[in-house]
């Protein structure tokens, strides 16, 4: 009996025939059968998954005939009495005559969840059924929570009524799980949400200068649909506003207009000078703000202003479109500002063509500097060469020397010189020119001595006006800027020998103050009577040394060896002339130019044994004689007879 259900017993009843007389087991005993089935095994009940509204119907069905019952589940299910003693509008039931789908109306029952129970003809109650449905009569609320701008400089979550540059903005809100979401503008759908959950995203497509009224619908899996959204009202901005100057509107004071152009996305403004206690006056396409922006500042967003030090920019709020409004540039430090105009969606101009220079401070001296010179070699300057000074301010300056032109005073050697202006008006460099002058020494370096600038009448300022500010420290001797414009002096120019005779020769020496280049004894001297070797220098080219030779056969008291002028110094400067002292040449033998012959006691013109003849021998010039290692003797002829006089005197 597995199935717990018992078949063909035979039960016997016993009857007893009391008050007759008889026993318990008389012979009138009677016997008959019944059969009788018993059922303990509960049915399934099975339900199909849905959501259906009250006039609707659950799909039931059990494994057994008899009732299946449709229970919220809130209900505490344990026995058939927990169903049907629970309110009428939690359960339905209907009976289950065959194992087919059976329809079970949800007529009068609360909204829910509800499972299924089965009852079997044997009273068997089922378990709750696996699947179950949802009676839902009411239809969703729609919820639209935000429309985010991801564009420009202003961006996040937008109100009603907003302005945005950004053209794929991104609406959200929250649904009921499996419900679908279509998005209006007005009245009319633009398209389906994407639903994750119970959340919904759609990316609206803004055009410019477009006024949207975005609401939503919800459609809940029940079918049921909710009713639209609020409007959410949206204006799209995608266009830049846009600024220009008005450079008729310039003040005396100062100030600068900028005004806006009816087409094109760039500012335009024009170049102006402003103190701080002056105004921009400034005007905009749209409403929003216009930002005056210094130029060291990198713009790329509306951060990047107002992330700015706050003395490089100021702001003004544009309440009117296309009317003026004052911008102050209180508290704004010195330079070249300019314009941006950002409109309510966050629209970020381009920055003015032109500027406006904020400037408060005159124009001073940084520095002052000797810093080239034309013909310089190395370092020294000579003759002609023109030396540059160049004046550092601490802005652009203009010189105005219609009635006169600046000068600077230099200091070569010991010796003031006046350099003059040359160039540089409209920038921030000055340059003074000064030619070195012939004779001209500095071997320190050109100075500049402190405040050496000297207006002579001319008038030097910044772009609005302000006077410079000339004085300025002393500048020290400058090395690379040596003077030289003096001609190599000669120190010393001699002869070792100033009276040469035949075999000697002289040692000639020169001396020069400074080392010379390009010098050739050859060349730059000229040698009178003899010949001079070529001069060699071991010092550095200051001191030379040759060896003159005097001319052969030759006889002259008065002779010089002169110096041309063809040689310089390392500075080019041409080199000065020199003559030694005299020389005397006298390389020539002397000669006899007479021979008399005299006597002691003679008569009649006869001399005698014993007179004493001299004759004299008279040469060219005076003649010494060396008798150390012999006596010169001079042959006489006595009638035929040759005799010898002897050397007695004259030397």
């Known amino acids: ?51 259906i509204t009250t006039s609707g119907n659950a799909m039931v069905q059990s494994t057994e005939t008899g009732t299946v019952y449709l229970v919220n589940t809130t209900v505490t299910v344990t026995n058939l009495a927990s169903i049907t003693g629970a309110a009428d509008n939690q359960w339905n039931s209907a009976a289950l005559s065959s194992l087919n789908v059976l329809t079970l109306p949800a007529t009068g029952l609360v909204d829910g969840i509800y499972r299924a129970y089965a009852v079997d003809d044997a009273g068997n109650l089922s378990s709750a059924s696996t699947n179950s449905v949802t ?19 202003i961006t996040g979550a937008l109100t009603s009524g907003s302005i945005t540059d950004d053209t794929a903005l991104v609406l959200t809100g929250t649904n009921e799980s499996g419900s679908g979401v279509k998005i209006y503008n007005g009245s009319t759908e633009i398209g389906s949400a994407t639903v994750s959950g119970t959340n919904w995203s759609y990316t609206a497509t803004v055009a410019n200068g477009t006024t949207y009224q975005f609401n939503v619908k919800e459609t809940d899996l029940a079918g049921h649909t909710s009713d639209a959204t609020s409007n959410f009202t949206v204006t799209g901005d995608t266009v830049a506003p846009t600024a220009s100057v008005d450079t008729a509107a310039i003040t005396s004071t100062g100030n600068a207009v900028i005004q806006s152009t009816a087409t094109g996305t760039v500012v335009l403004l024009n170049t102006s000078a402003s103190t701080t206690s002056g105004n921009a006056v400034v005007q905009s396409t749209e409403t929003g703000t216009v930002y005056l922006v210094k130029t060291t500042v990198t713009v790329t967003n509306l951060a990047s202003i107002t992330g700015a030090a706050l003395y490089q920019w100021n702001s003004v709020a544009i309440s009117s479109a296309s009317t003026n409004t004052n911008l102050s540039v209180a508290g704004l430090a010195d330079g070249t500002y300019k314009v941006y105009a950002v409109d309510e969606a966050g629209g970020l101009s381009s920055a003015s063509v032109n500027s406006v220079i904020i400037d408060t401070t005159p124009p001073s001296i940084e520095s002052v500097a000797i810093t080239s010179a034309v013909g310089i070699t190395g370092n020294l300057l000579n003759t002609g060469d023109v030396v540059s000074v160049t004046t550092t301010f601490t802005e652009q300056v203009i010189v105005d020397n219609s009635s006169g032109t600046p000068t600077l005073t230099l200091v070569v ?10 160039s540089g008006s409209g920038s921030s460099m000055l340059v003074f020119q000064y030619t070195i002058q012939s004779g001209e020494n500095d071997s320190d370096g050109i100075s500049i001595g402190a405040d050496a600038i000297a207006l002579e ?36 120019f001699t002869l070792s020998d100033t009276a040469l005779k035949v075999g000697e020769t002289a040692t000639v020496i020169l001396v020069f103050a400074e080392a010379v280049v390009s010098f050739s004894s050859s060349d730059d001297i000229t040698v009178s009577n003899g010949s001079l070797d070529n001069m060699i220098s071991t010092d550095d080219n200051k001191t030379w040394t040759g060896t003159f030779t005097p001319d052969t056969n030759t006889e002259d008291a008065t002779n010089t060896l002169s110096l041309g002028t ?27 130019s007479g021979v008399a012959i005299s006597a002691t006691g003679v008569q009649n013109d006869f001399v005698n044994a014993g007179d004493v003849v001299s004759v004299t021998a008279t040469f060219s010039e005076s003649v010494i004689v060396d008798n150390a290692s012999g006596t010169p003797t001079l042959t006489l002829i006595v009638g035929s007879t040759n005799r010898t006089a002897t050397y007695a005197s004259g030397s």
């Open 413 to 422: 050697g010991s010796t003031n010189r006046t350099a003059t202006y040359a």
């Open 135 to 153: 009676i839902d009569s009411i239809a969703p609320t729609a919820n639209f929570t935000a429309a985010t701008d991801n564009v420009g400089s």
């Open 457 to 492: 009448g001319a008038l030097l300022s910044d772009p609005i006006g302000f006077p410079a500010v000339i004085t300025h420290s002393a500048v020290s001797a400058n090395s690379s800027y040596l003077v030289d414009a003096q001609a190599p002096p000669v120190r010393l």
């Open 1 to 51: 009996v597995g199935n717990n259900k018992l078949t063909g017993f035979i039960i016997i009843f016993f009857f007893l025939a009391l008050g007759c007389g008889r026993d318990s087991y008389d012979s009138n005993r009677e016997e008959f059968s019944i059969d009788l089935s018993i059922d303990r095994t509960a049915p399934v009940a099975i339900l199909t998954t849905a959501i």
């Open 566 to 592: 063809s040689y310089t110094d390392t500075a080019g400067n041409t080199g000065a002339a020199a003559t030694t002292a005299n020389y005397e040449v006298e390389t020539r033998a002397p000669t006899i």
